[in-house]
């Protein structure tokens, strides 16, 4: 099993680009999650998923946008990048019943100039 | 809304045992999470508390009060790879937030030789 995968690892965007995250497991998870990370404010949460087709906003949706067409990919998109969106992006994901425990994908570090 | 509080930084020696706190108000609640963080990392599980007590398991043990909104995380034995994050996180209670964890801003526990 390879876990919680996300590709790419590392990105640089010029401001107004557009860019697609993509986010796989293969563990037959429901819920799945978006993060960002900044240094000082912890893990935050962009938009997650508790079922196929289904998405949701968390704490900081704004910029961004997300999908679930498969069960097992989540994806998280940037229309038009801005400085600000510059960060580590964490994709999770946890199973219905699970005591709650999330499994993290190794992370995509995202730079925005 | 969510407030998550612990300290930022903590130093301890190799060996020794060390607490980290944790202080939350939440608007319900559903189990508390302990994460650890290596530097450039993704976060793995470490400890789930969602009755009163503590859980011990190996080295590490955490600690829920609910009536106090407190927590601790306690690391006996320190060893030089305990040096990471180690980030508190509140399960949200039921409805459309079902699953989704509220992260606290992490402690970077350094431990010396």
């Known amino acids: 099993n390879a876990g919680v995968t996300q590709t790419p690892k590392f990105r640089v965007l010029k401001t107004g680009q557009s860019m697609t995250l993509l986010c796989a497991q293969d563990m037959n998870h429901e819920y799945m999650y978006w993060y960002r990370q900044d240094p000082g404010m912890g893990l935050r949460l962009i938009h997650y998923s508790v079922g196929e087709g289904t998405t949701a906003k968390g704490e900081v949706p704004d910029g961004y946008n997300v999908s679930r067409l498969k069960k097992q990919n989540f994806l998280l998109g940037l229309e038009s990048a801005a400085p600000s969106q510059t960060s580590v992006y964490f994709c999770?994901?946890?199973?219905?019943?699970?005591?709650?425990?999330?499994?993290f994908g190794p992370g995509t570090r995202l730079t925005v100039t | 809304g969510q407030n998550i509080d612990q300290p930022t930084e903590m130093t301890a020696t190799e060996g020794a045992i060390v607490q980290i706190n944790c202080t939350y108000q939440?608007?319900?609640?559903?189990?508390l999470f302990w994460y650890q963080q290596h530097a450039g990392e993704a976060p793995t599980f470490l400890s789930y508390n969602v009755l009163d007590g503590l859980e011990e398991k190996g080295r590490f043990s955490s600690f829920l009060s609910r009536s106090k909104g407190y927590s601790y995380l306690l690391l006996k034995e320190l060893q030089m790879k305990d040096s990471a994050s180690y980030l508190c996180?509140?399960?949200?209670?039921?409805?459309?937030?079902?699953?989704?964890?509220?992260f606290g801003r992490g402690t970077q526990l350094t431990v010396w030789p």
């Open positions: 999770a994901s946890t199973y219905r019943g699970a005591k709650g425990e999330q499994y």
């Open positions: 996180a509140v399960r949200a209670l039921g409805g459309s937030t079902l699953g989704r964890l509220y």
């Open positions: 939440t608007s319900g609640f559903n189990g």
